[in-house]
């Protein structure tokens, strides 16, 4: 995988502030992921609240996430559909994984048997 967090001097409470965040730590991911010629096919948002519960929230996607602007509204998306009434943030996260081959076609991938 590769991926960026961020553990704030102070816990963040509102919404505008954790994607103002999110933001910086997308354009993080999304330059070693071009550095390295990656795309990955599944992103993970990673959160840490005040209390350290640690809770971590993925969507994977048919084709490489690759561009700075899918990194940040997947992450933004993820971040909405946790609950964030009366929590402070401590950290966040983002990684890709599940690197994709734009070498292998659909056709040619083989299942194998468990």
């Known amino acids: 995988s590769v991926g960026a967090e961020d553990t704030f001097p102070y816990d963040l409470k509102e919404f505008e502030e954790m994607c103002e965040e999110l933001e910086k730590i997308a354009r ?32 994977s996607l048919e084709d490489g996430i690759e561009n700075l602007e899918t990194i940040t509204l997947l992450a933004k998306k993820l971040l909405e559909g946790t609950s964030l009434e009366n929590v402070r943030v401590r950290l966040l996260g983002i990684s890709i994984s599940n690197f994709h081959d734009p070498t292998t076609k659909k056709d040619d991938q083989l299942m194998l048997d468990l």
């Open 28 to 59: 993080i991911v999304h330059d070693r992921l071009e550095r390295h010629n990656l795309k990955g096919r599944t992103i993970t948002l990673k959160i840490k609240y005040h209390n350290f519960k640690r809770v971590t929230r993925s969507q």
